[in-house]
């Protein structure tokens, strides 16, 4: 194998190699976007699906009461 056979074969193998590392870099940075979005979602429905689960507790509530619903009581 001469010297510029060696050269070729190396400038091929760096060649593959970045182009793994490329993809690395992307895929993590479609990983990254993705997490940012996920937690923006999250962030703006907070209320709303705090909202639900308070309902959803209060409904569990009066169902283990036997569908009694409890009141607070009034000073006169």
Sequence with gaps: MTTKN???NNTKL???RNKRGQTLVEYALVLAFIS???VSVLAAMG???SGTYTTIDRQLAV???GGVVATQSRTH
Aim: neutral net charge; hydrophobic residues 55%; charged residues 15%.
């Design 14 to 16: 760096q060649c593959v």
């Design 47 to 49: 209320t709303q699906v």
């Design 6 to 8: 060696i050269l070729r």
């Design 36 to 38: 940012v979005v996920a």
């Design 63 to 65: 169902a283990n009461d």
